[in-house]
């Protein structure tokens, strides 16, 4: 399987990785993560630490350390310590996605 299974909208690469952190969507657990790049759809993740046992069905991306920017996700794929998330669309953005033709 190949690392890249997005196929729509462009990706903005960073080119050191962005400091982010994982969290459950109950708050149990917390991870360290570099985001390696991102789409309107989904991201390519680094992440720190394991994530043996983690129930990733669906998690927050916490892209602030306040925490006040974050996007719901799914986990699409895993590569070693890199995955690959599926934005999680909700409320506005679900019925935005519905409205506009794409």
């Known amino acids: ?3 890249e ?4 909208g462009q990706r ?6 962005y400091d982010a952190h994982m ?3 109950d708050g149990t657990w917390r991870r360290s993560c570099r985001l390696l790049d991102v789409s ?8 720190e630490g ?9 998690f927050f991306l916490l892209l602030s350390s306040t925490g006040l920017a974050y996007r719901r ?9 890199e995955i690959g998330v599926n934005f999680l669309k909700t409320g506005k953005q679900a019925r935005r996605a519905k409205i506009e033709p794409g």
């Open 1 to 3: 399987m190949g690392t």
């Open 5 to 8: 299974q997005r196929q729509f």
């Open 12 to 17: 903005v690469v960073f080119e050191r990785g």
């Open 23 to 25: 969290m459950a969507i």
């Open 40 to 47: 309107e759809d989904g991201a390519k993740i680094a992440i």
């Open 50 to 58: 394991s994530i043996v046992g983690l129930p990733l069905k669906e």
């Open 73 to 81: 996700c799914e986990l699409a794929w895993v590569n070693g310590e």
